[in-house]
C-alpha cells in the first residue's frame, strides 16, 4: 500500500468538497508514492503525537485538526509549525488531514459523538448540499474484471457505511475492428463474440470523474465500452455539520450531563447551563468547537446541546432560546469520532499488512 492508496480510501470516507472553505485539508506533509506499512492516528498534530508515531514506526499520520492552516514563509526550529513539519520530515512521516469534511461527513465526528452518548435517529444540524449520484457501468472480459473492479471503488463504490460497493452479470459482446485499430481481442475485418461481464458501480459527482479514469487505466480494451446514468433513487446518508437526535428515554440534565463526563472521560471538566432537574430527550450535539449552532440546535426543537469551545456571549444566546447546552471540551467531543477513523481503516487495511494505531497527544 502507498500514501495514496490510503488517500483514496480516506476521500472516500471524508470528501474534500464536504470540507468548509478555506479549511486546510489533505496531504501537508509527504509522498504520495511512499509504501505504507503502519498508520497514526490523533486528533491533533502535536510534536508528543509525531513522536509517538515515529516511535511505533508509522510512515503515515492521519490526524483532525491541519498541521499547517495558513502559508508560512520559512521551516525552521524556532517556529512551531516549521519545527513540526521538520520533525515529521526527519521521521518520514507523511501527514494526512481531514478537518471540517470529517466534521460534516456521514459517519465522522458528529455521528461518533452521537453514537458514544447514546444519541439516535440523528441527522444533521446544519445540512451540507447534496451531491448528485451516478451509476457507472463498464463491459470487461474475464480475465480484467477484479482489477477493474478493484479500480473503480478505490475511487468511488461507497453506499453509506459500506465501501467497494458494485455488481457484475455475465454476458456476450459483440465487435469488429475497423482498419487501424489494436484490438485486445479479435481481426481487423472480423466480427468478434467474446464473454464478458457487466460490471457496475456508484459514485458521486465529485468522485465520478476519478472513478471513469481509474477504470479506463485498468481496463485491457482499445476502447472501453461504458455507461453512466444518473441516479434518482434515495441519496445516501445527509452531510453537514452537527448531529441532533433522541435518548431511548428522557432524563434529567444533570443525570444526562454525568453520564456525558463518564463517556467522554471529562469528569470535572465540563461547564452547563440549565435546569438539572429539567428532562432531556432531543439532543443536538457537534464534535469539536460548535457554539455557531446554537440557534439551529434551539430551532429545531434540542432540549439540550453538546458542543465544546463556549464562550460567554454563545451561553448567553442559549439562555435567551431557552437552550440548556453543556460544554464537555474541544478535544474529548472529537476524540471518539478520531478513534472511530482509527478502527475503519484497520478494518479495512489489517488484512492488507497494514497495522493501525490510535496515538493520543
Not at 73 to 79: H, Q
Not at 92 to 110: Q, R
Not at 151 to 161: D, E, K, L, Y
Not at 192 to 219: C, G, N, Y
Request: charged share 25%; net charge negative; glycine share 10%.
Amino acid at each position: 500500500m502507498t500514501v495514496a492508496d490510503i488517500i483514496s480510501y480516506l476521500e472516500k470516507i471524508a470528501p474534500a468538497s464536504l470540507a468548509q472553505p478555506g479549511d486546510a485539508i489533505g496531504l501537508h506533509v509527504g509522498d504520495t508514492s511512499a509504501r505504507i506499512t503502519r498508520i497514526a492516528v490523533a486528533v491533533d498534530p502535536t510534536r508528543a503525537v509525531i513522536d509517538q508515531a515515529e516511535c511505533i514506526g508509522a510512515e503515515l499520520l492521519v490526524c483532525h485538526h491541519p498541521l499547517i492552516r495558513a502559508p508560512i514563509e520559512s521551516v525552521t526550529a524556532s517556529s512551531e509549525k516549521g519545527d513540526l513539519v521538520m520533525r515529521a520530515i526527519q521521521a518520514g512521516l507523511s501527514v494526512y488531514v481531514m478537518h471540517t469534511n470529517y466534521d460534516c461527513a456521514p459517519g465522522g465526528v458528529s455521528d461518533a459523538l452521537a453514537e458514544r452518548l447514546g444519541v439516535g435517529d440523528t441527522r444533521p444540524l446544519s445540512a451540507a448540499p447534496t451531491e448528485p449520484y451516478y451509476k457507472v457501468v463498464v463491459f470487461v472480459p474475464d480475465e480484467a474484471v477484479e482489477a477493474v473492479r478493484a479500480a473503480m471503488c478505490r475511487a468511488g463504490g461507497f453506499i453509506g457505511a459500506y465501501s467497494d460497493c458494485s455488481f457484475r452479470a455475465r454476458g456476450v459482446g459483440t465487435f469488429k475492428p475497423l482498419p487501424g485499430a489494436h484490438p485486445y481481442i479479435g481481426e481487423e475485418g472480423k466480427l468478434e463474440q467474446t464473454d464478458e461481464w457487466r460490471l457496475e458501480t456508484m459514485a458521486s459527482e465529485s468522485a465520478l470523474p476519478k472513478v471513469i479514469e481509474s477504470m479506463i487505466r485498468a481496463h485491457p480494451y482499445e476502447e472501453v465500452a461504458y455507461d453512466i446514468y444518473p441516479l434518482r433513487n434515495e441519496p445516501p446518508p445527509p452531510a453537514g455539520l452537527g448531529r441532533i437526535g433522541r435518548l431511548k428515554k428522557p432524563e434529567s440534565l444533570g443525570d444526562f450531563r454525568k453520564r456525558v463526563e463518564r463517556l467522554l472521560k471529562c469528569q470535572g471538566f465540563t461547564r452547563a447551563i440549565g435546569n438539572p432537574r429539567r428532562k432531556v430527550e432531543t439532543v443536538a450535539l457537534c464534535g469539536g468547537g460548535g457554539a455557531t449552532l446554537i440557534p439551529d440546535a434551539a430551532k429545531q426543537g434540542a432540549d439540550v446541546y453538546v458542543t465544546g469551545d463556549v464562550g460567554h456571549h454563545a451561553l448567553l444566546t442559549a439562555q435567551w432560546h431557552k437552550l440548556a447546552v453543556i460544554d464537555a471540551g474541544h478535544f474529548p467531543t472529537e476524540k471518539p469520532g478520531v478513534e472511530a477513523l482509527a478502527n475503519a481503516l484497520a478494518r479495512e487495511y489489517s488484512s492488507r499488512g497494514v497495522e493501525v494505531e490510535y496515538v493520543d497527544r
